[in-house]
């Protein structure tokens, strides 16, 4: 399998928690591996001077009122986390130091977080959260909170937003399969067609 998904997004937003109870199924249907690629839009926002949404005057109330509308549309539960919005700095480290044993376990931690802030309306943003997330999944967690200062993932981390924002990242969800970029959930559609049309 030589082909992939490059599934960015920011643990902060929640059309991206959408977007992760979806994308995996959209890679089978396809036959293609989805790299799921956590990073800090702060970040990138500093270049393209955006800010949250549901902080924008206007869009931001649209926003609340689509996620609500989508969370019925997928059957999901939804709920704004605490201290929502937040900078996901704990937990983009610790998926990295944990992808670095184990991918699959990443993917499955990086999904706990997603529900446990969108389902559970938990505080995603504390390391205490993010700790108690790891070892849930059975990390030891005598060495995730040392993890989460590792200079090894810190610059691991940095390296990600920065090659994201090389390859034209600006949003989340972001998705791109060689080169082709797409952006939003719901484009998810529109990456459907594509991959089954093999492009146009």
């Given amino acids: 399998m030589n082909r992939a998904i490059d599934f960015y997004f920011d643990f902060s ?48 109330e649209y926003a609340q009122h689509d996620l609500e509308r989508t969370a019925r549309l997928k059957r999901l539960p939804f709920a704004l986390p605490v201290n929502f919005p937040f900078a996901a700095l704990a937990a983009c480290r610790a998926y990295y ?44 967690n005598g060495r995730i909170g040392p993890a989460l200062q590792s200079e090894i993932v810190k610059e691991e981390l940095r390296s990600e937003v920065s090659f994201a924002e090389q390859r034209g990242v600006f949003g989340s969800p972001f998705f791109i399969v060689e080169d082709e970029p797409f952006w939003g959930h719901d484009r998810l559609p529109t990456l459907d067609a594509w991959l089954s049309q093999k492009g146009w």
């Fill in 13 to 60: 937003s929640p059309y991206a928690y959408f977007a992760a109870m979806e994308i995996d199924k959209l890679g089978e249907k396809h036959d293609l591996s989805v790299n799921w690629r956590p990073i800090l839009l702060g970040a990138i926002f500093k270049k393209t001077g955006a800010k949250p949404l549901l902080q924008t005057p206007l869009k931001g």
């Fill in 97 to 140: 130091w944990i992808r670095r044993q184990d991918p699959d376990l990443a993917k499955s931690f990086a999904k706990n977080i997603f529900k446990a802030g969108y389902q559970m309306r938990l505080d995603i943003s504390d390391p205490q959260t993010i700790i108690d997330l790891s070892t849930a999944l059975g990390l030891d």
